[in-house]
């Protein structure tokens, strides 16, 4: 079993849609669970995070976790163009200034005009 | 704040030459990252510096990749021979000790191997 599992996609919903992204891990040790957003041809970039199990919003972007059923969710409302990228689920683990992030493969986002 | 800096952006060579890539961290941050990313996959660590120290490198192939960071800033990451199987986007990413959670990453390096 790999420790982190994200579905491929692609995803294609029509603009103004909720989006639900998803993984799932098995390494209980993980604290930090990330999210990055990468666009065609770029470096990915950190939309946000949680620590621990609960939920994080940000503007139109939620980000959920829950550490019993090691399941990790992003929820993107009122969909734009704009959010058509491949979304990264990426959970850290250690201590101090040394962390490791383990990413899933990505699920690619194609948001519709 | 300036961003993590990576160059050339694009790199076509043959096998069995040698390639190098250079990275320029974001100012401040002490621990620099080299990453590859396949077609498809996530990004996965090859390895991680803090200051001029190598934190972990257990997936670096050191049998032809190598990788150094002068005087705790700039990183460079060597590949020689290359093989097709490295054609790849080599990401660096850097973190602040405090945040260290907290990756962000350069444009990348493109990698094609013919």
């Known amino acids: 079993q790999k420790e982190v599992e994200q579905d491929p996609g692609p995803l294609s919903v029509p603009e103004g849609a909720i989006v639900s992204l998803n993984c799932t891990y098995s390494n209980s040790a993980f604290q930090y669970f990330m999210w990055y957003r990468q666009y065609s041809r770029k470096g990915p970039e950190l939309l946000m995070y949680?620590?621990?199990?609960g939920n994080k919003e940000d503007g139109r972007f939620t980000a959920q976790v829950d550490k019993s059923s090691k399941y990790i969710s992003l929820f993107i409302r009122d969909s734009q163009p704009s959010d058509s990228a491949t979304y990264l689920c990426?959970?850290?683990?250690?201590?101090?200034?040394?962390?490791?992030?383990?990413f899933g493969k990505g699920t690619l986002l194609t948001v519709n005009p | 704040e300036a961003g993590v800096a990576q160059s050339p952006r694009y790199k076509i060579i043959e096998k069995r030459q040698s390639v190098a890539f250079w990275c320029n961290p974001i100012s401040g941050h002490a621990t620099l990252y080299w990453y590859q990313q396949i077609l498809g996959q996530g990004p996965k660590l090859l390895i991680q510096f803090q200051n001029n120290g190598v934190v972990d490198d257990s997936q670096l192939p050191k049998d032809r990749f190598s990788a150094e960071r002068l005087k705790g800033v700039d990183s460079t990451l060597k590949i020689q021979p290359a093989k097709l199987e490295d054609s790849a986007v080599y990401l660096c990413?850097?973190?602040?000790?405090?945040?260290?959670?907290?990756?962000?990453f350069g444009p990348g390096t493109r990698l094609t191997v013919t």
């Open positions: 990413a850097s973190s602040f000790d405090r945040v260290a959670y907290e990756q962000y």
């Open positions: 949680t620590y621990s199990s």
């Open positions: 990426a959970p850290g683990a250690g201590g101090g200034s040394n962390y490791k992030l383990t």
